[in-house]
């Protein structure tokens, strides 16, 4: 089968996918493809229903669907070509994508490949819970895509394991939904989601967040009958005597997402173990040349506007790299220490002024994060609390950069 | 007497500790913008809301469409609002925007369809 050529393909039509397109069209580039492997657009947004999405980048705060609308109707009015029901099964290191859909096999070569395929959640063989396999066990996104686009309640009673966010706004969904949410149990002593989804999707209802809590075995047979909870010490080690049951029909996890990236192996995309996505430079490009990454499928991100923002950076760099045939050499490499979770990107140029986005590994409160080069500070930024839950950014003017020594990234206590 | 509160007005979900006099707010601290303070207020004299479910869809290509409310309501009046929409059905096609509820229950807020979803052909 002969390939069709393109300038760029971009993997996964969520709002990564949907940003990175219409900007390389706004920036002229125009022959390129998305291809979605779900029968629409919009990635996981259809099933976001809540509101809450796009206070930054349109100042008024929408639903997940009505976020993914206005920017497929952008890639309409741009004309840009799509294919959904259409999975790409591999790509190779010099970028030729095979794909499958319905009408069959698709090979396309491609000057630049844009990985925005998302990410998926973790699931009970990444926690390792003992116990029984009753029904009733389901992750958060399974079950909001019961609950909000299938029209399936998938129980009564239930439990929520983990405090992400995703987790915190199903027990708002169940509840509404006519379900008793027993509690959310966390293993962490902080919760994982944003402190504002703790309050209007539990505090609201009265739903009880146990911190520093595990499950400890699943009871039931056919169906899920009850679970057994436990109280965890700092080092995560179950208190003896804490343990008590719990009647519910439905587990649910949310215990985490990690980034999409089984392409990326076979281009020989190398990954981050902090973040589970590739590594990265300003212009977002992996270890391979040509292949670029954004959104959930690079870090996980808790925000849609800056998955948008983040691919629209992608694709300006990426219409330079298209017209240029290579981008400036970014060989100073950001190192942190082991209060940051992780940092994206990894390796910068020195040459412009970049943003730089990270996470906490642990809270901190008081102190100052500090940029470090050849022992000197670039920068310090001061700050009373820091979450794992928020994303934080720091603004990195190139005139500060002194050289091309790698920069840390450090926590300094008051 | 202190009381503190978790500002969900904008995801950075400030932490505010309001002092206050008998009902009255005397300072507020953490807030990192002004509508912190305004949340505050809100909270102790009427706090509100804003939540998102679904509907049955008839005829449409999906069997469910998604509804939210265009401005917060009271929270004590979330139950019966919910209540109320999930009496409603649509018929397709429907688009992002379309009323389902205006109004409802007098609250000043309208009930909207959040998703455009075609009739099955
Ligand atoms: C279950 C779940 C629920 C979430 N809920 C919320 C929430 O409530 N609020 C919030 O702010 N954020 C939520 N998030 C985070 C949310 O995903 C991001 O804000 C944003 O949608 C990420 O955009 P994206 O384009 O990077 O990824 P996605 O929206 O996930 O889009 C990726 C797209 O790539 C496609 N794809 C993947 N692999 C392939 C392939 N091989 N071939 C073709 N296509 C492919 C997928 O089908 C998908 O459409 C949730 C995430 C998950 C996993
Ligand atoms: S006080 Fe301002 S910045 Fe803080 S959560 Fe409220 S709206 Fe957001």
Redesign the interface.
Known sequence: MTAIHKEAVIVGGGPGGLAAAVKLKQQGITDIIILEREKQLGGIL?QC????FG?TRFGE???G??YA?RFIDLVEQEKIEYRTDTTVLSISPEKHLTAVSPQGLLEIDSAAVILTTGCRERTRGSVAIPGERPAGIYTAGVAQTYL????IMVGKKVVILGSGDIGLIMA??FT??GAKVEAVFELQPYPGG???N???CLN?FDIPLYLSHTITDIIGGARLEAVIVSEVDEQKRVKPGTSRRIECDTLILSVGLIPENELSAGASVALDPRTGGAYVDENFMTGVEGIFAAGNALHVH??VDFVSLEAEKLAEAAAKFIRRGKLPVCGIKLVTDKNIGHIIPQSISGTKDVTLTLRVGRPLTGGALKLQQDHQDLLSQKFI?LVPA?MIEIKLAKELIKSTSEIKVVIAHE | MNRRFTCIVCPNGCEITAELDGGKIVSVAGARCKKGGAYVRQELTCPRRTFSTSIILEGGKLPLVSVRLTKPIPKEKIFAVNELIHRQKAQAPVRIGQIVLENVLGLGSDVIITKNADRLS
Do not use: C, F, M
């Not at chain 1, 229903?49 to 809450?52: K, R």
């Open positions: 259809r229903i809540h509101d809450g206070l705060t929408l639903s669907p009505e609308q909000n686009l299938k029209n708002r969904r509404l939904e944003l402190a504002r703790v309050e209007q609201d808790d925000l609390k928020e």
